[in-house]
């Protein structure tokens, strides 16, 4: 279904300016952006997305990974088609790789139809997920503020590159940013994610934190042999996350595994995700966590950093509270930075 687009502007060029994410396409009649869901008709801009769901299914909310905002509760996940990065690495490309021509994948839900779904499935809240979110702000707009409505949380699983009115925008019925934090590096952003400027992510990250600190932040760091795994690189986004979002963020290290057009690099050695865990520790981060590797002892266990006791233990994405209070640690009351 096509939708108006809420954020964009004529540029003196005579062509409309979609400012929804930071490519801010310059769009002629009858062009489209970069994502292939936003084109231009008679001098506006349209999304072609507005209610098409390409993936829907109820999750634990350690899925999204979110370790820190109600535990162990359920979460909606709605995914669209289409993508503003192109990486080469995503596991979820049969979707974002997709067009907002390619309406054959989806079926139609309506934001109110989304919110009936959460609610008969019990479900506490509505991640928009699987792609990314940030093409999509209508329907996910208008989804939120209907959840909002009805006391559903609301949670964007984001490569962090929409722009800051895409997020002042979405960010009074938003409750989690769950944030990729791909790489430090200018190189890792181009060749595999064609984006020039990736300080943007970081930007916008700390945007967010700043104007918004009632939403609850979580990064996410995928792990890629011979790309970003350097100590180098991952000490760097430690120290940012330390630096300019706080030592009780969480930070996950995932594991990657082979897909899209990056079938020839091999999966994340078990001792690089250790590894990363130590650095992220070194540099002040409390909560630290290995994903996608159950290998791993304790990956996934979140542990007081006063008393060093296991206060949360998960795993395969079943959670269980030992000992926790009002997002406390329940043997010496440290604060976990858990929204219970």
């Avoid at 009805?150 to 590159?161: A, R, S």
């Avoid at 929409?162 to 019925?173: G, S, V």
Wanted: proline content about 4%; aromatic content about 12%; overall charge positive.
């Amino acid at each position: 279904m096509d939708k108006e687009t809420l954020l964009f502007k004529k540029h003196k060029s005579g062509a409309l300016q979609c400012l929804t994410c930071q490519r801010t396409c310059l769009l002629n009649d009858g062009q489209w952006g970069y994502c292939k869901t936003r084109i231009n008709k008679n001098g506006k801009i349209y999304s072609t997305i507005y209610g098409s769901i390409s993936s829907v299914f109820p999750d634990p909310i350690e899925k999204k990974p979110v370790f820190h905002f109600k535990p162990n509760s359920r979460i909606m996940s709605f995914g669209t088609l289409g993508c503003n990065f192109r990486c080469k690495f995503c596991q979820n490309w049969d979707i974002s790789y997709a067009t907002g021509q390619d309406l054959r994948k989806a079926q139609e839900i309506m934001p109110d139809k989304a919110v009936e779904m959460t609610k008969k499935l019990k479900c506490e809240g509505i991640a928009w997920t699987y792609n990314e979110p940030s093409i999509w702000l209508e329907y996910t707009l208008d989804t939120a503020k209907l959840a909002k409505k009805e006391n559903i949380y609301t949670c964007y699983v984001t490569n962090g590159f929409a722009t800051k009115e895409h997020i002042d925008a979405i960010a009074p019925y938003l409750d989690i940013y769950r944030v990729d934090l791909k790489s430090f590096d200018k190189k890792f952003y181009k060749e595999l994610i064609n984006v020039v400027k990736f300080e943007g992510v970081y930007e916008n990250t700390k945007y967010v934190k700043d104007k918004y600190p009632e939403i609850h932040i979580e990064c996410v760091t995928n792990v890629i042999p011979s790309w970003n795994d350097s100590e180098e690189n991952l000490k760097k986004i430690a120290e940012w996350i330390v630096k300019n979002l706080g030592k009780k963020t969480p930070w996950h290290v995932s594991r990657f595994h082979p897909d899209a057009q990056l079938l020839d690099v091999p999966e994340t050695p078990l001792e690089t995700l250790s590894k990363a865990k130590e650095i992220g520790q070194e540099a002040g981060l409390e909560f630290v966590y290995i994903g996608n590797a159950p290998a791993i002892k304790d990956g996934e266990n979140t542990y007081c950093p006063n008393c060093k006791k296991l206060v949360i233990e998960r795993s395969f994405y079943s959670t269980k509270i030992i000992s926790m209070k009002e997002g406390k640690c329940g043997f010496c009351g440290e604060d976990l930075n858990i929204r219970v």
